[in-house]
Each structure stands twice: as structure tokens, then as C-alpha cells.
Nanobody
Framework: QVQLVESGGGLVQAGGSLRLSCAASGRTFSSYAMGWFRQAPGKEREFVAAISWSGGSAFYADSVKGRFTMSRDNAKNTVYLQMNSLKPEDTAVYYC???????????????WGQGTQVTVSS
């Protein structure tokens, strides 16, 4: 069982930066790949980024590639999403999730956090 709690969301102007954190409980955190997803009002949940259990590999949605960086610290049971050059279209609730194998589909993930709101003003 893994419990996930996101933090770090907020209101930022376009072009600004935020760093999201996702703290996990459970001794098996380092066994899980992790992902970030987001959901804007009226839209489906979409993939943002994912990272392997070791942190050795990460991949990103085309819409955030070059602007967002995902990382993890297994000693702290935490994953991060550094978001730079934010755009109004990045506005959404951001969720972290855990899976045995990282992928771009929500159904591949077993555990989810409650989400944190990111709002980017123009």
C-alpha cells in the first residue's frame, strides 16, 4: 500500500516556475515507478511525466518536454516535478501516481494522490 500527498501548487504568472512535491508513505516506495498527471476543468486526465523506480529514466508528454523535469529521492520517499516557463494552458489539478511499471495511461497506475491546483495567469 502506498499513500501519496502532493504539495507545492499555487498561482503563478506565465513564464514563472513552480516545483511540485509528492510525498509517499510505505516502505515499498522505491519499488514503484511514479507518474504525474493533470486534469483541467472539463477535460480528461492527461499524462505529464513519469520516472522509473530508480530515477534512471524519465519521459515526458510533448506539451511539457523541455520545460518540466521530474525527479525522485528514494531516501526521502518523494518525487518532484520542476515546472519552468509555465503557460496558462498548464493550469490544472496535478496528481502524482504510483505504478509497478511507468506508462502514459492513468489505468496503469495503482495509487493516486488527492491532487494540487496549479493556476497560471496570463
Amino acid at each position: 500500500q502506498v499513500q501519496l500527498v502532493e504539495s507545492g501548487g499555487g498561482l503563478v504568472q506565465a513564464g514563472g516556475s513552480l516545483r511540485l512535491s509528492c510525498a509517499a508513505s510505505g516502505r515499498t516506495f522505491s519499488s514503484y515507478a511514479m507518474g504525474w498527471f493533470r486534469q483541467a476543468p472539463g477535460k480528461e486526465r492527461e499524462f505529464v511525466a513519469a520516472i522509473s523506480w530508480s530515477g534512471g529514466s524519465a519521459f515526458y508528454a510533448d506539451s511539457v518536454k523541455g520545460r518540466f523535469t521530474m525527479s525522485r529521492d528514494n531516501a526521502k520517499n518523494t518525487v518532484y516535478l520542476q515546472m519552468n516557463s509555465l503557460k496558462p494552458e498548464d493550469t490544472a489539478v496535478y496528481y502524482c501516481a504510483a505504478a509497478l511499471v511507468a506508462g502514459p495511461l492513468p489505468r496503469e497506475y495503482d495509487y493516486w494522490g488527492q491532487g494540487t491546483q496549479v493556476t497560471v495567469s496570463s
